[in-house]
């Protein structure tokens, strides 16, 4: 599941029409990032949660035959695979969040299409940089304790407030046993330095905990709140992910992750390192 169903308000102007998702990083956009990471992790179809206006993110994941043709009869062939491949990543389900309530009231949006199924949950904010990626982390970790599990990250005290924050009963090396979960915590308030990330698994109790959730940090339905409160009826586990998230949801964490993935990549290496020398002789 990937709700994206937020406004982008963290990225305005460019964000006015366009859905952050569709952003270009190097040469595609966010959300084919987050779906290539969930099909490399083991997934087979993609829930997306859209308000409306954002349809265009479930388009770019279905073939476009139409395009797919002029690209053929053209000798595109290289683009013609490009386009193919995103329009064929895997099953794309779409669920409607009708007003912006918050990351929880945009996971419930999702219970009918997810039915009783345990289910990987992404926020496409974060870009996976690991030799096996955060999702399938994540899913590892169900398979050996087969509870819900939260991607946890150390981070500064001051960054804190930013996060849910986890509060830790016991570990077993990168595994943490939670014992509570505050969302965007004041940094004297924390109870750790671990950090909840943007990549979950979730078990369908999910959906109970949130009908009872209500409106908590800034006003809306948190997810941080509804997986606290499955506690009470078992264990929730956190792991700390091998690898590196890179923000693509912030301005400056978007250019950071742009200028990093192109000074990696064989493509586009060239075009960072002559960037700001370019038309001098
Ligand atoms: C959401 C979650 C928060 C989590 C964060 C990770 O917050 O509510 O618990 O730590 O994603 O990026 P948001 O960034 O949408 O404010």
Redesign the pocket.
Known sequence: MIPAAGLGTRFLPATKELPKELLPVLDRPVIQWAVEEAVASGADEIILVLAEGKEALAAHLRPDLPLERLLEERGKTAELEAVRKAGNLCRVTVARQAAPRG?GDAVLCAAAAVGDRTFLCM?P??LSLAQTPVLRQLWNAHEQLGTSILALMRVPNDQISR??CAEIAESRGKLHRVSGLV?KPPAAEARSDL????RYVLTPAIFGALRKTQPGALGEI???DAIGSMLEGGDVWGVEFEGELLDVGTPAGWLATNMRLAREHPEFRNAVASAGTAGRS
């Open positions: 990351l926020l904010d974060d996060y849910g969302e950090a909840v990330m943007g948190q997810l941080t």
